[in-house]
């Protein structure tokens, strides 16, 4: 009877152990599904927001250019998307002001900006043109000296996103004095040559991320 007791008891003890180890094995097993299905998930998001940065909309200014006569002194502001979606709306936040020449050109935060727009949606490649302080430009061309001075162009562009993000870029141009009125005859109408702004190499902000529309 005793041996038969003690080889009940060691049955007992070996299924507890059996069972122990299956415990910890599924426990493992539950751990280690978890595990890949959060490294599963942390690699959708990096491909999702590598997917947005390599798709969303690149909004910049691309060019400026001076029309001193047409119909009025006027500069204008030739924005870009080069991203891969349209950008929602956008607007510009702008300001036109005259240097001596010996100045250099920074972007001056302290200058007050004026709005234009938002503007409707601008697709994916497509290049708009933006008139900008219109009044400021002509009054610079009634200032004495005019020509003496260089014509700085500073502004900011906020744009959304398809993903309803909202960005903002930084620009600076600006015009040496050896702006000039050149007229040229197209299609039998004489024409003015605008004087092409040089884009300046300064400290600005470009992309930046700054909120998300509601909801999103």
């Given at each position: 009877?005793?041996?038969?007791?003690?080889?009940?008891?060691?049955?007992?003890?070996?299924?507890?152990?059996?069972?122990?180890?299956?415990?910890?094995?599924?426990?493992?097993?539950?751990?280690?599904?978890?595990?890949?299905?959060?490294?599963?998930?942390?690699?959708?998001?990096?491909?999702?927001?590598?997917?947005?940065?390599?798709?969303?909309?690149?909004?910049?200014?691309?060019?400026?250019?001076?029309?001193?006569?047409?119909?009025?002194?006027?500069?204008?502001?030739?924005?870009?998307?080069?991203?891969?979606?349209?950008?929602?709306?956008?607007?510009?936040?702008?300001?036109?002001?005259?240097?001596?020449?010996?100045?250099?050109?920074?972007?001056?935060?302290?200058?007050?900006?004026?709005?234009?727009?938002?503007?409707?949606?601008?697709?994916?490649?497509?290049?708009?043109?933006?008139?900008?302080?219109?009044?400021?430009?002509e009054k610079i061309?009634?200032?004495?000296?005019?020509?003496?001075?260089?014509?700085?162009?500073?502004?900011?562009?906020?744009?959304?996103?398809?993903?309803?993000?909202?960005?903002?870029?930084?620009?600076?141009?600006?015009?040496?004095?050896?702006?000039?009125?050149?007229?040229?005859?197209?299609?039998?109408?004489?024409?003015?040559?605008?004087?092409?702004?040089?884009s300046c190499a300064?400290?600005?902000?470009?992309?930046?991320l700054v909120g998300?529309?509601?909801?999103?």
């Open positions: 009877m005793a041996e038969a007791a003690d080889r009940m008891v060691g049955v007992s003890i070996g299924q507890l152990v059996l069972t122990i180890l299956s415990i910890g094995g599924l426990a493992a097993t539950i751990w280690y599904t978890r595990y890949q299905a959060r490294i599963a998930g942390e690699a959708n998001n990096v491909a999702r927001e590598i997917g947005k940065d390599q798709s969303r909309a690149y909004l910049v200014a691309d060019t400026s250019e001076l029309f001193i006569q047409s119909p009025k002194p006027t500069i204008v502001v030739n924005v870009f998307n080069s991203g891969q979606t349209p950008a929602r709306w956008y607007q510009i936040e702008s300001c036109v002001y005259a240097i001596e020449e010996e100045v250099p050109v920074v972007f001056d935060t302290a200058r007050p900006m004026l709005l234009h727009g938002p503007f409707i949606a601008i697709a994916n490649g497509q290049k708009k043109i933006c008139g900008v302080n219109s009044e400021a430009v061309f009634k200032t004495e000296g005019f020509h003496k001075r260089d014509i700085v162009l500073q502004g900011v562009i906020t744009y959304e996103t398809m993903f309803g993000e909202v960005y903002k870029s930084q620009f600076l141009f600006y015009a040496t004095p050896s702006y000039a009125i050149h007229i040229k005859k197209v299609d039998e109408v004489m024409t003015e040559i605008p004087h092409r702004l040089v300064s400290d600005m902000k470009a992309y930046v998300k529309r509601a909801g999103v």
